[in-house]
T-cell receptor, first 112, second 117 residues
Framework: AQSVTQLDSHVSVSEGTPVLLRCNYS??????LFWYVQHPNKGLQLLLK??????LVKGINGFEAEFKKSETSFHLTKPSAHMSDAAEYFC??????????FGKGTSLLVTP | DGGITQSPKYLFRKEGQNVTLSCEQN?????MYWYRQDPGQGLRLIYY???????QKGDIAEGYSVSREKKESFPLTVTSAQKNPTAFYLC????????????????FGPGTRLTVL
């Protein structure tokens, strides 16, 4: 079965410093992987998607993620955090053609 | 504007009552999904539909029902049989369902927060 583990439930960074949100996946074959962001009481917005075309995936708002098969990781990064980045982030794997398996989320806090 | 709409944004229900959550999309997507989100949890799949007049149970379908009479609409009914219905409910859609390792991106609505009093 395909699943993801988000290694940190909460991450706190200062504005202007780098962001690293960690995600490991388990899969018996090359998966589709996603990062979604959710602001309070809102729906989910797609940040980026990996589908084997390139291991470094660039997303919206300056985020990117690198697929590392040897480490089964798909960590999300951003060089410089902004206050508006404070939100819940979900790492997601697609096990089949119809459903997504979500990680439990990482809450990102950005302090001034 | 193209997108997914969910209504209402907040919903209150008395115990023992059924309630229906609306989800509409004008993206011409074939597939639609309902997820439930609880605090500190990821999203869990309730039901999904790949085409009109067809739907499948997800991981936590007990106490819920759906219909898909039109391509653009996928309402979810939370029945009195659902033991713990208080949660945030998210509807999503995707252009089509593809078997195998890859799937199309799912696009989410703004959600409905249901509270049982």
């Amino acid at each position: 079965a395909q699943s993801v583990t988000q290694l940190d439930s909460h991450v706190s960074v200062s504005e202007g410093t780098p962001v690293l949100l960690r995600c490991n996946y388990s899969s018996s074959y090359s998966p589709s992987l996603f990062w979604y962001v959710q602001h309070p009481n809102k729906g989910l917005q797609l940040l980026l998607k990996y589908t084997s075309a390139a291991t470094l995936v660039k997303g919206i708002n300056g985020f990117e993620a690198e697929f590392k098969k040897s480490e089964t990781s798909f960590h999300l990064t951003k060089p410089s955090a902004h206050m508006s980045d404070a939100a819940e982030y979900f790492c997601v794997v697609s096990p089949s053609g119809y459903a997504l398996n979500f990680g439990k989320g990482t809450s990102l806090l950005v302090t001034p | 504007d193209g997108g997914i709409t969910q209504s209402p944004k907040y919903l209150f229900r008395k115990e023992g009552q059924n309630v229906t959550l609306s989800c509409e999309q004008n993206l011409n997507h074939d597939a639609m999904y309902w997820y439930r989100q609880d605090p500190g949890q990821g999203l869990r799949l309730i039901y999904y539909s790949q085409i009109v007049n067809d739907f499948q149970k997800g991981d936590i379908a007990e106490g819920y029902s759906v219909s898909r009479e039109k391509k653009e609409s996928f309402p979810l009914t939370v029945t009195s049989a659902q033991k713990n219905p208080t949660a945030f409910y998210l509807c999503a859609s995707s252009p089509r369902v593809i078997g195998g390792a890859h799937t199309d991106t799912q696009y989410f609505g703004p959600g409905t927060r249901l509270t049982v009093l």
